[in-house]
């Protein structure tokens, strides 16, 4: 793999760095702690001796809310030109106030106007607190935003027990409530905020990722392309060097019929009358059927590695090799090298006996060793390149899909609003 590639993690993970590093941080709102209210409601009805009590746990102090104690008579909006005012955000709402009671708090459901116009018109009729229930059955409280509301305590309930509150208020029951501050909860680690970054910080990375693949698998590409062309024509000249040997046939009283003289390298046999041999560049016999296809695979002596596409003036622009893949990068970087010392390398060898080479415009074949990764360390690299995309893509999906699970189900428990 070329280098560009090899340094595809160590981009990716720059850039990720990167873009976490730039971007935006929100407003600490979604990560501000919050403290429960435990809420105590006292009903009156009339003709029954003993009152009735229940108890609220599930209450939550507003943010800008001061967290104190406070007791009152609970008071429900009166009906504006008859139609009943549970919102308290017309300007025309009005709360009839006893004159015996000295402190009240409103009671006010959520939703048409912000929770600080709520609060405040309360508070502008002498409220010493508002109790605010939700408008969605199936949702938990939430920590209200209501700056610049004064001392007024602000708490939300559920919806099931606001109504129930107001079911007696509409029979004109009193209805008496004791607010107390219950437990601090820590800031929660995720919002929409951070569920919304860390979702695009995933894809972004995720985006990142699938384009280095697509390079890396286009470079792979190109490289087997270029191998497979490469190999073609390493068998084109092989061929074409093969034509070129002397071949001749054994009869009797040649010194290849000699007991004493070597055997066929490659069967390990030794020659006999009418076997047909091949004889190479240097001099060493081998029977034909059996040096060719060796010479077609190496391109080299089976017994002193001389290399016959030299040799014989045939040389490709690869190394007679087997079928490994090439460093063309490297391949590149020494082909203006070994032209300037091929020649040389040819003439100085003076037991072969040959013509030198003198081939213009061919690109001399550099040393195999330099050339060519061994086949088994091809194989640990491919292993572990594999093993580390696949790691990195399981561990990012598993811990963006654990982050979205665990941001939505606590998306409620930590929400803050205007509303």
């Not at 693949?213 to 470079?219: D, E, R």
């Not at 391109?299 to 063309?328: E, S, Y």
């Not at 550099?366 to 594999?386: H, Y």
Request: proline share 6%; aromatic share 8%.
């Amino acid at each position: 793999m070329s280098g560009a590639a090899r340094a595809g993690p160590a981009r990716l993970a720059a850039l990720a760095l990167l873009t976490c590093s730039l971007w935006p941080t929100r407003a600490d709102n979604a990560s501000q702690e919050y403290y429960t209210a435990l809420i105590n409601v006292t009903v009156q009805e009339p003709g029954r001796g003993t009152p009735l009590t229940f108890r609220i746990d599930r209450g939550r102090y507003g943010l800008d809310s001061p967290k104190a104690e406070v007791r009152g008579q609970v008071l429900a909006p009166l009906p504006i030109h008859g139609v009943a005012d549970h919102l308290g955000c017309d300007p025309q709402t009005r709360f009839l106030v006893p004159p015996n009671i000295k402190q009240w708090i409103a009671l006010l459901q959520r939703g048409n106007c912000t929770f600080k116009e709520k609060i405040s018109r309360a508070a502008f009729h002498n409220a010493v607190a508002v109790v605010i229930y939700n408008n969605k059955s199936k949702e938990e409280p939430v920590t209200m935003t209501h700056p610049g509301t004064g001392d007024i305590i602000a708490v939300m309930i559920t919806e099931l027990r606001g109504k129930d509150i107001l079911s007696y208020l509409e029979k004109n029951i009193s209805v008496q409530m004791t607010i107390a501050v219950g437990t601090r909860m820590p800031p929660k680690n995720f919002s929409r905020g951070s569920l919304v970054f860390v979702s695009i910080s995933f894809i972004v990375l995720m985006i990142i990722s699938s384009a280095w693949l697509i390079f890396y698998f286009i470079q792979k590409i190109r490289y087997t392309n270029a191998r497979d062309r490469n190999q073609r024509r390493l068998g084109d000249a092989a061929k074409k060097a093969i034509s070129k040997l002397t071949t001749r046939t054994v009869k009797k009283g040649d010194k290849e019929t000699d007991p004493d003289f070597d055997h066929c390298a490659v069967c390990i046999e030794s020659y006999k009358q009418n076997d047909v041999v091949r004889v190479l560049p240097c001099k060493h016999v081998f029977h034909k059927s059996c040096v060719d296809p060796w010479l077609s695979e190496h391109c080299t002596c089976p017994m002193c590695k001389l290399n016959i596409l030299k040799a014989l003036g045939i040389v490709p622009n690869l190394p007679c090799t087997d079928n490994v893949a090439f460093d063309m990068e490297r391949l590149t970087r020494t082909q203006a090298v070994n032209r300037r010392s091929a020649l040389g390398d040819l003439a100085s060898d003076s037991s072969l006996g040959l013509e030198p080479l003198r081939t213009s415009g061919i690109s001399p074949l550099p040393q195999d060793g330099e050339l060519t990764p061994r086949t088994g360390e091809i194989n640990i690299a491919v292993t572990k390149e594999w093993f580390i995309i696949a790691s990195f893509g399981l561990l990012s999906a598993l811990t963006l899909c654990y982050m979205i699970i665990r941001a939505t189900a606590s998306l409620n428990a930590n929400e803050v609003e205007w509303f």
